[in-house]
């Protein structure tokens, strides 16, 4: 009997399933285009006809994968309760691309010289190519990953994330929700009754997806009824486009232009593969054993399609399995998501969709997403890491600063530079301190949360390797570039200020690494409070 019914590809709660994973990657296709066209200026046929199609089929890859693991670990052990792994499109790196990395670089082409097709795409190909470095960094790292998280403590790899989570997916879209303060807020109060606050609604549907619906009546309700914030119109139809995701080597053109964003992209890669291990982990505590190799695998091969056909922001497994298996998915729910996301992706209706979800309305789920991986950041890491935790938070405090005070409207960019070179003989200048410790905030805080957090662990020699790691990565700019744009160079081309602050900051990591060894030498107590003499592994 058990057989048979593991050949079913659909159940009732497959339809839940279905619901909340199109809803989380609607909203982060909505942000997507919320931030490039709205924020940036981004012309929308570039976002919807050549972005969106192949992003959407690295959704489609991803989860015909899932459904097919799914499906074979059903037949393998005879169970009929097997639930497939979800996969989407990874907010916080899908976000952080837009932000970080596509919405700068379209200005910048701009700033060039570039007219705005030219430069959207020219962004468009970059956006690929990123796809294309972290897909490949993921392929490889997939038969790694439990060796680069034995050695990258977690408290370095959830702070680094969560303190980008807290400014970039909680302050920046914060703004965004309150520029409708009744939609906005409205809108993320009810995420949190149902997401936080577990609360009961009155009749049965998705909580995200009733969010969703309250928040976009009351957009539009208020809006035609003149009671909406000011400037508020009706979205213009979009046309159904047929759109084919097919391969293009238009990514090689944007290889070159990766360079500078390698300190983004290479922990974005990195991180995607820690989750995916850790959502094996909880898979496998939920009862579905899949095999931790193949779930990277799928996540890398879905993130390369999606980039050799034009997308620009990967795809990952979701944490939230044990989550669709309470709802009573099993295997079909990921059928469907990918086959509704893939075509509508190739027919247009995910344009049309996106186009009509306010922003204030898709804000507060990133909110909801920053807080939750913020929160996830403390509790998952050891207590007496709490600390690393928290320094891991502060470089990306200084990249929201140089987000906003970069931004031309802000600061004209003769000002700007006038700013960053203005030494007044008390030491660097404001604003070159801010830029300096913000670029390459999340290799940044790995370094300094792994460091502390071998300092806690009275592993004193280990941190000061950590350290002269450091050094290095500060002496080419992966970290503390001294480029306004974060780009990276060879030490010995830097001349004036820059050279300074690039030899100044390396030195102050050695330093410090020099003053840990020496204080290794000593007799310490161990974590545990007992004394003990100095051993080879402090």
């Not at 050695?151 to 989570?165: E, K, T």
């Not at 009810?190 to 976009?216: C, D, E, H, W």
């Not at 002496?475 to 602050?501: K, Q």
Request: charged share 10%; hydrophobic share 50%; aromatic share 10%.
């Amino acid at each position: 009997m058990a057989a048979v019914s593991t050949r079913r590809w659909f159940v009732a709660g497959d339809l839940n399933g279905f619901f909340g994973l199109v809803v989380d990657n609607l909203s982060i296709l909505g942000f997507i285009a919320a931030a490039l066209i709205g924020i940036f200026g981004f012309p929308a046929d570039v976002v919807y006809t050549r972005m969106f199609p192949g992003t959407a089929f690295g959704v489609l890859v991803g989860n015909l994968i899932y459904t097919w693991m799914g499906r074979r670990l059903a037949q393998r052990t005879g169970r009929d309760d097997v639930t497939s792994m979800p996969l989407g499109l990874d907010a916080p790196t899908s976000i952080g691309m837009a932000l970080l990395v596509l919405g700068p670089s379209f200005v910048a082409y701009k700033q060039q010289g570039m007219d705005e097709q030219a430069a959207a795409i020219a962004t468009w190909q970059l956006g690929m190519a990123s796809l294309m470095v972290m897909g490949t960094l993921k392929l490889v790292l997939s038969f790694f990953g439990d060796a680069i998280t034995r050695a990258v403590p977690r408290a370095a790899l959830l702070g680094s994330i969560g303190g980008a989570a807290l400014t970039l997916l909680g302050f920046l879209p914060l703004i965004e929700t309150l520029r409708s303060p009744v939609v906005g807020f409205v809108t993320f109060g009810l995420l949190l009754y149902v997401l936080v606050a577990k609360g009961r609604l009155p009749i049965r549907i998705p909580g995200v997806l009733l969010a969703f619906i309250v928040g976009t009546l009351l957009y539009y309700g208020l809006g035609l009824a003149g009671l909406g914030t000011p400037g508020f119109k009706m979205p213009e139809a979009a046309p159904m486009r047929f759109t084919l995701p097919l391969p293009t080597l238009g990514f090689l053109e944007g290889l070159p232009q990766t360079v500078p964003y390698l300190p983004l992209l290479l922990p974005f890669g990195l991180l995607m593969v820690v989750g995916g291990i850790n959502v094996s982990e909880s898979a496998r505590a939920a009862g579905d054993d899949y095999r931790t190799r193949d779930v990277l695998l799928a996540e890398a091969v879905s993130t390369l399609a999606a980039g050799l056909c034009g997308g620009v922001a990967q795809t990952t497994p979701y944490i939230g399995q044990p989550a669709y298996k309470h709802m009573g998915a099993r295997i079909g729910y990921t059928l469907l998501t990918g086959l509704f996301i893939g075509l509508g992706g190739v027919l247009g209706y995910v344009s049309g969709l996106v186009q009509w979800l306010p922003i204030a309305v898709l804000a507060p789920i990133i909110v909801y997403v920053g807080m939750d991986i913020t929160v996830q950041a403390f509790h998952d890491s050891p207590r007496r890491h709490a600390p690393a935790v928290a320094l891991a938070f502060l470089p990306s405090v200084a990249y929201l600063l140089v987000i906003k005070l970069g931004n031309p409207a802000w600061i004209a960019p003769d000002r700007f530079a006038a700013l960053y070179s203005a030494v007044d003989g008390h030491g660097l200048p404001d604003l070159a301190a801010i830029v300096t410790l913000g670029n390459g905030f999340i290799i940044t805080a790995m370094i300094w949360s792994s460091a502390l957090v071998a300092m806690i662990d009275q592993r004193f020699r280990r941190a000061a390797a950590v350290l002269l790691v450091g050094a290095g990565l500060t002496l080419f700019g992966f970290i503390h570039s001294v480029d306004p744009r974060g780009s990276i160079y060879l030490p010995w081309t830097l001349e004036g200020l820059p050279r300074a602050i690039a030899w100044q900051f390396a030195g102050a990591y050695v330093a410090l690494a020099l003053l840990l060894g020496l204080l290794s030498l000593q007799r310490h107590a161990d974590p545990a409070g007992t004394e003990t003499g100095a051993r080879p592994d402090h």
